[in-house]
């Protein structure tokens, strides 16, 4: 895997703290994971997404891969932006448990939020305010992933 830049870097440890965050304040059965843990999507499709939301049973401490996430974010580089926005983007929604799949720009705030409704997804671009996922019934600010580095 080539080094992150550390815009790439930053955005998301501040999702995964976001997403954390709200869960803990909503008191919500779900673990709010970072990137290193597999969404397996088929029997020869596996990804590594930079975070995932598992909601359920808790996972097993020597478990590699997220046996039901909700929730699937990449943060988009140079390298996986076609990637990340085509074959990813079917392939998540392969998986009955994934309702939002999340693709943020690492070079300014701008998140494509594509959520499950029925048979369709709904896809829309966020740059301010707050984003609303539900389920599980969760909301995170945009400044939350975006705020500037701290001096």
């Given amino acids: 895997m080539a080094p992150e830049r550390i815009a790439h870097v930053r955005v998301k440890a501040r999702l995964w703290q976001a997403l954390d965050r709200a869960i803990q304040d909503a008191g919500l059965l779900c673990d709010a994971l970072p990137d290193g843990v597999t969404v397996e999507v088929g029997e020869d499709t596996d990804y590594e997404p930079d975070a995932v939301v598992n909601c359920g049973a808790p996972i097993p401490g020597d478990a590699i891969a997220a046996p039901n996430p909700l929730i699937v974010a990449e943060v988009l580089s140079p390298s996986t932006r076609s990637v990340d926005s085509g074959a990813k983007l079917a392939d998540y929604f392969r998986l009955s448990s994934v309702m939002h799949y999340l693709i943020l720009r690492a070079d300014r705030p701008q998140?494509?939020?594509?959520?499950?409704?029925?048979?369709?997804?709904?896809?829309?671009?966020?740059?301010?305010?707050?984003?609303?996922?539900?389920?599980?019934?969760?909301?995170?600010?945009?400044?939350?992933?975006y705020a500037p580095p701290m001096r």
């Fill in 111 to 145: 998140v494509i939020h594509h959520r499950r409704n029925g048979p369709s997804l709904l896809t829309e671009i966020v740059t301010t305010g707050a984003l609303s996922l539900d389920p599980p019934g969760i909301t995170i600010g945009i400044d939350e992933i």
